[in-house]
């Protein structure tokens, strides 16, 4: 989940639009309050609905494949995890003007895990290594292979190679080419020749919920599927270092090459946010957005470079 400022009516979908879905499809929860959440993610507008569920809408075409497959999968992952995972309730169907499937979900208590809310990093790690751990011995017989509806998570990272180039080029004079392009290309060599395991593929911040300081919950499974867990391990250098990283990567294990691509899929989405911040006008550059993808290119070429 990329968190943002809640704005109603964004991608065309408001409070009253969500109360007339509800009332046409659910009338039992008719009567029940609709209120937008505070903080929400990019790819769906989530609303709460009364005190116990939401309702979660897929804000263009291309994030809809993740209804039915949460609604699908989470309920046989579940009983596997450490942690809670969201509840699917009930499948909506496009109406009212819309026209997408949309789900509504218990809802789960707990806050976006910022650093100031964890009270001990490298437990929060160790417990999320663990979470992961779970998730890929879960069962994958039958489950969906990375593709498309995975955003290509849990394939391999070579499917990124043009637009990691392109990235590359455009960052030029601010990044260690070279050294970006060894890491790379070490990702792209590392193939994987494991048997095929559920992976989460969004494992960030925003997804990781905390309660007490630690660990409650993990949401948003909407690139989720089998294939190689190398996608999951970005938190190593997106969120932890020191102490709280060796905590992670210690609990998690994987051999060098998981760790490879891990680094390759990390490097890949820090210089594409990095890269289309200079894009924009100068004016409308996030500074804040460029200091944090940059502190994790040099996190991951130092790695790489321990790596050796």
Known sequence: MVESLYVDGRAGIDAELVKRLIAAQFPQWSDLPVAPVAVDGWDNRTY??????????????????????????????APA??????????????????????????????????????????GFATAVAEFLLALQRADATGGPL?????????APPAFYDEETRKALSTLDGRVDTARALAVWKAALAAEWRG????????????????RDGRLAAV???????????????????TMFEGESREAFRAT???????WARARGWALWKALIVWAGELDRDEANVD???VAVNSRVVDEVLADHDLAG
């Not at 949401?219 to 250098?237: E, H, K, N, Q, R």
């Not at 998690?252 to 998981?258: E, P, S």
Request: net charge negative; proline share 10%.
């Open 48 to 77: 709460r609905l009364g005190d116990a569920m939401t309702v979660r809408l897929p804000t263009a075409e291309g994030y809809t494949p993740a209804v039915e497959k949460e609604h699908r999968w989470l309920p046989v992952l």
């Open 81 to 122: 995890l450490p942690v809670p995972i969201p509840v699917p309730l009930a499948l909506g169907a496009p109406g009212e003007g819309y026209p997408f499937q949309w789900s509504v979900r218990r809802w789960l208590d707990g806050e976006a895990s910022r650093l100031d809310r964890i009270d001990d990093l490298p």
């Open 146 to 154: 990375a593709g498309a509806h995975s955003f290509h998570r849990g």
């Open 195 to 210: 048997s095929p395991v559920w992976f989460h593929g969004d494992v960030a911040s925003g997804n990781l919920l905390v």
């Open 219 to 237: 949401i948003d499974f909407g690139t989720s599927g089998v294939g190689d867990p190398s996608c999951d391990l970005v938190l190593a250098w």
């Open 252 to 258: 998690v294990g994987q051999d060098a090459g998981m």
């Open 287 to 289: 500074e804040e957005k």
